[in-house]
């Protein structure tokens, strides 16, 4: 096996990874990076992100209510040391974006513009039209040819972790255009590897968001922090899933059943705002979770319409306009119409809510260092946490910025600390056995179980019983059919035994990543006893923050389900209160 | 929702076992209102786990899924089944090697990309603590339709001289030298002309507008690419018959 030593390696080259290379190289040249993807860069799903990002910067605005917002909007799971953190750097983040040349959309006076986003007090959302993620990984990938200390391994996927005298030196994974396994041997690891959206069948995700970043550092014994925190989106296309970003209500896109009543009035966020006049932190401005209750509420009252995709909400943007649309929705018009076969501008749309985002991933701290040393995470594969039980949109992309660099940084001071070299053999050892465990997956014959099918089965019970509300009873089903589906996978049998951009191995190996991180959801979300944010409970409807104002750790267990564990919240300076979205009417 | 059923043929070719490419063909049950993408993934899940293909987003701009359908480049996530008569032909892109089934070599345009320094070279340096640069609606519309690119490479398959002349340095990349050179921030244009402004980059193009005609993000490399030779020129006169001018 090829070893390849590097001072530090990323594993994932979106929007988190770019920006840690990014971070690497500028705050010291002589330091190799390997940044390593199963996809080519530009292919990352931080591309398909929409709305904007988060950052304070015009003068009525200010860090205290960028806190407040993210903190309330987290239902105060989120630490408060992170957020002050995330806060303070957001603007430095996105002007230095600017900087390197993305086009955000300008004010007529060249300054950067901003626009409304839910769950935000004020205007802070920097944007690019509505492809605002594209063009941030797209400027960041551009910006990354520059450094020629950062070395790309694109189509590289990673299989294990090496961890030897108690830290984290690297890791295996497979060339995809050989089909050979390759030892990576690094001074510090950064994981960057995105979410876990594709465990439902239902989701904006791309095929890529597998959780395999998640599942890397969960296997070596890194615990899994808040996954029982999963965002359904209000407003996806309800064939496809595709998103149609927040931003459509932030330009004043409003929400009707079936009767044409905003009904977001009757569930704690109104009353009434004049259509095409959107005020902040109300009615359709209220945040994803609150948004997506409401849209469950009111189908079990039977007061959605009825579609051959399921019962829907309608997104009415008529009155936007078509110059409006056009200038700053274009996406959302061409999908809509694409896809679904309804223009925006002359129709309202269809729309149901649809899994987007895991608030929960890798834990780790303030510096975006995990538990493991030389093992460091950003991106939506890790929590930190700032998005606490449910994330604030436009805070994700601002996220990756601010804590991807901390990554680099912090994997930048961790090298040159001085870390002694590794064991070369015990860690070819370790590679060793990686390897060995990825051939005996490869060679397997006489396996009972087909890939699609035990994905498939993963997928409807994530759906069935581990949705917007939950139960004990759905939970237990969920948890006892994970545990199954775990034991079932070590029989599968490959139908593809080549070599060469070998699919079918891929797809095999990112199902168990998604399996391991299924459970961990279903599991943490049955030991969470309360409703908080996006993670209801039907059988435990109020917060409570003297048994669970508390992080879920979830701790892998290669034969069982996760040992699950607690951590305080850091609170710095706002006490749990009420989420009040009620446009200041109490 | 109505099913029926589908006929693609498509290209295979396993570079461990087939000494040349070779077609197959599958019947397929699909939803009418699919795109060709989700065909695949139908056939990929029932009947056969190893045809390779690379796709994520399934909203066109990832820019994964570039394939020749019919014979012409597209992205396979943008491409309606209702859209097609009888049986559909589905192959790799065009001018690139293959690697495996619809699994094309990128090697050519992510070099070539790089070397067109697709990177802001800022015109004035300033630090981020004094604030964002600024650029008016007009100045960002001058070159925001050529940040669009998704990195696809249709324009690649579809232009006939980067066939003839592999060398050629391609709509996306010259396209992408454009938007820097055209962006009020960026004063990199004399380093980027040493790459675009020669044989291999802008004069290799015939203008024949097939770059522009498949783009799925409406960039119109095929304008950018004028635009650069209009430029070059006048620079080419500048420095031959007017030498006292400054560039």
Known sequence: METIKTDVAIIGAGGAGLRAAIALAEADPKLSVALISKVYPMRSHTCAAEGGAAGVIKPDDSMDYHFNDTVGGGDWLSDQDAVEYFIQEAPKELTQLEHWGCPWSREANGSVAVRPFGGMKKQRTWFAADKSGFHILHTLFQTSLRFPSIQRFDEYYATDLIVDDGRCQGFTAIEMRSGQMKHFQAGAVIIAGGGAGRMFPFTTNGAVKTGDGMALAYRAGVPLKDMEFVQYHPTGLPNTGTLLTEACRGEGGILVNKNGRRFLQDYGMGPETPVGKPQLKTMELGPRDRVSQAFWQEQKKGNMVSTKWGDCMMLDLRHLGEKKIDERLPLVRDVSVSYLGVDPVTDPVPVRPVVHYMMGGIHTDIRAATPLPGLFAAGECACVSINGANRLGSNSLTELLVFGRRAGLSAAEYVRSGASAGNDAALAGKAAAAQARIRALFEKTGGRESLAGLRKEMMTTMEDNAGIYRTEGELLAACAKLADLRRRYADIELNDKTNVYNTDLLQALELGSMLDCAEAVTVSALERRESRGAHQRLDFVERDDKKFLRHSLAYYHPSGPPRIDYRDVVITKSQPGVRDYSGDHK | ?247
């Open chain 2, 1 to 247: 929702m109505s099913e029926r059923v589908y006929q693609l043929e498509v290209l295979r070719y396993h570079p461990e076992t087939d000494s040349e490419p070779h077609f197959q063909r599958y019947s397929v049950s699909c939803e009418e209102e699919w795109v060709v993408l989700d065909a695949l993934n139908r056939i990929k899940e029932t009947i056969d786990p190893t045809l390779s293909y690379r796709w994520s987003c399934h909203m066109a701009v990832c820019g994964s899924c570039g394939m020749m359908i019919n014979g012409e480049p597209m992205l396979a996530c943008k491409s309606f089944l209702r859209d097609y008569q009888g049986v559909i032909r589905v192959e790799p892109l065009a001018h690139f090697p293959i690697e495996r089934d619809l699994v094309t070599v990128i090697d050519d345009f992510m070099d070539k990309f790089k070397r067109v320094k697709p990177y802001l070279i800022p015109k004035h340096e300033k630090p981020v603590s004094e604030g964002e640069y600024l650029q008016s609606p007009a100045q960002l519309k001058k070159f925001k339709q050529y940040t669009m690119c998704i990195n696809c490479m249709l324009c690649y398959a579809a232009c006939p001289e980067y066939g003839l002349i592999p060398k050629f340095l391609g709509p996306a990349a010259i396209s992408m030298a454009h938007r820097y050179n055209q962006d009020s921030r960026d004063g990199g244009r004399d380093e980027r002309q040493e790459e675009i402004a020669t044989t291999e980059g802008v004069w290799e193009c015939s203008f024949v507008g097939a770059c522009s005609e498949v783009c799925p993000e409406h960039v119109d490399p095929a304008s950018a690419l004028q635009q650069v030779k209009i430029k070059s020129t006048v620079d080419w006169y500048k420095e031959h018959l007017m030498p006292w001018v400054k560039k």
